[in-house]
């Protein structure tokens, strides 16, 4: 079983940058990826962006690509987003994802972080 604790969510004003973490813990023997996720109010939880746990490669949504920035932490399984020149839209719950090695898809998920931000 993993656990995924994400945190760093908060109010903020248009403009403003935030950090998201997230810390792996439990049996963590290796992801193929981690990623962030986000809901907004009334609507479906969407892909941000993720990283490839091996090499570091990472994919944006086109909503948040040039503005968000993802990293990871391989020893401390942690992974990070960090987010710049938010935006009223940004405003959603964020959750932090890992796709365990042999998982088909994201099969471990924190309990999310709320992010809003004021226009």
């Known amino acids: 079983q993993v656990h995924l604790v994400d945190s760093g969510g908060g109010l903020v004003q248009a403009g403003d940058s935030l950090r998201l973490s997230c810390t792996a813990s439990g049996r963590t023997r290796g992801f193929v990826a981690m990623a962030w996720f986000r809901q907004a109010p009334g609507k479906e939880r969407e892909f941000v962006a993720s990283i490839r746990w091996a090499n570091g490669d990472p994919y944006y949504s086109d909503s948040v690509k040039g503005r968000f920035s993802i990293s990871r932490d391989i020893r401390n399984y942690r992974v990070f987003l960090q987010m710049n020149s938010l935006i009223p839209e940004d405003t959603a719950v964020y959750y932090c994802?890992?796709?365990?090695?042999?998982?088909?898809?994201?099969?471990?998920w924190g309990q999310g972080t709320q992010v809003t931000v004021s226009s």
């Open positions: 994802a890992a796709q365990s090695i042999g998982a088909g898809e994201y099969n471990n």
